[in-house]
């Protein structure tokens, strides 16, 4: 497990925008918030499950997230019907659950990045948001996040994220963890 201070820290310096599956354990929560406090890291992105009408799946996990108010941040399409060239593909029943959505939402920032190297975590957590499909009300819910993953989009977005409302917000999100990031925490258990 990766510690909660080492993923801000990362996110922080840009190093890295480290992406979490939000879980799969929705059914199991009663309808609560059911993204584990390691998957709603402030300084990570937490994908969710979608069908391909933008609804999440019935096990997807639900923000808000235990540890930040912004999880699931993007909903990507899985369970058999995944994004396919200028469309959608059923493959039956593979694909399947929020590891399959966190891919997809990893190669979308490492596109975003490999297309503007010098841009920040900020800008590339912007051009998603602003760049995702939406498909109810705008703006963020904790079923979908801020939408449905377009690459695309977000690459359209990426040049001028920080002119977006969304780049002051996500700017000057939360605090870092509290407890500071030492050898002990990152030793193993014994």
Known sequence: MIPSRLVWDLDRKNAVTVCFAAGNSNLDCDGLSSILCINSNEGGIT????????????YSAR???????????????????????????????????????APQVSGALALLKGEMPAADNTELRTALAAGALQFGPTGFDPGTGFGM??????????????????????????????????????????
Do not use: E, M
């Open 47 to 58: 994908a969710a499950a979608l069908d391909h009408n933008g609804s999440p799946q019935d």
């Open 149 to 190: 993953l377009q690459v695309d989009r977000a690459l359209d977005w990426l040049p001028r994220a920080r002119s977006h409302p969304l780049y002051r917000t996500f700017l000057n999100r939360g605090k870092p963890p509290a407890r500071p990031l030492t050898r002990t925490v990152l030793a193993p258990a014994v």
């Open 63 to 101: 923000g808000p997230g235990q540890c930040s108010h912004w999880h699931p941040f993007i909903g990507a399409p899985t369970f058999g019907v995944l994004p396919y060239g200028r469309g959608f593909r059923d493959f039956g029943f593979r694909g399947g659950g929020t590891s399959s959505a």
